[in-house]
């Protein structure tokens, strides 16, 4: 059975760093993999994705310059690298996965989802 499993959430000061990651297990086809967030009261948002293929990276305007995604594909793994952390970072983190089109931001193009991972960052 496909899993994805996040670790590496938690606590933080603003200006901090955490790094995520995403373990894949079982039979998983997919192009890309993402990493969403959802703060209290707001709607799940694309935070960055990558191609598993070329490696190709998109992100959020909000977390640009500030978050990496990255892959490791010997070990099945997807990171988020979060530096430069801010307060309005907060929220639970999920790490998706797909092998459809549609818009990447977009929580219904994704298939394979982990059960996140809380990030809380104080000010």
């Known amino acids: 059975q496909a899993r994805l499993v996040e670790s590496g959430g938690g606590s933080a000061q603003a200006g901090g760093s955490l790094r995520l990651s995403c373990e894949a297990s079982g039979t998983m086809r997919v192009n890309r993999m993402a990493w969403f967030r959802q703060a209290p009261g707001k709607e799940r948002e694309g935070v960055a994705v990558i191609s598993t293929s070329n490696g190709l990276t998109i992100y959020d305007d909000s977390v640009k310059g500030r978050f990496t995604i990255s892959q490791d594909n010997a070990k099945n793994t997807v990171y988020l690298e979060m530096n430069s952390l801010k307060p309005e970072d907060t929220a639970m983190y999920y790490c998706?996965?797909?092998?459809?089109?549609?818009?990447?931001?977009?929580?219904?193009?994704?298939?394979?989802w982990g059960q996140g991972t809380q990030v809380s960052v104080s000010s």
């Open positions: 998706a996965g797909t092998d459809y089109g549609g818009m990447w931001h977009s929580p219904r193009s994704y298939h394979y």
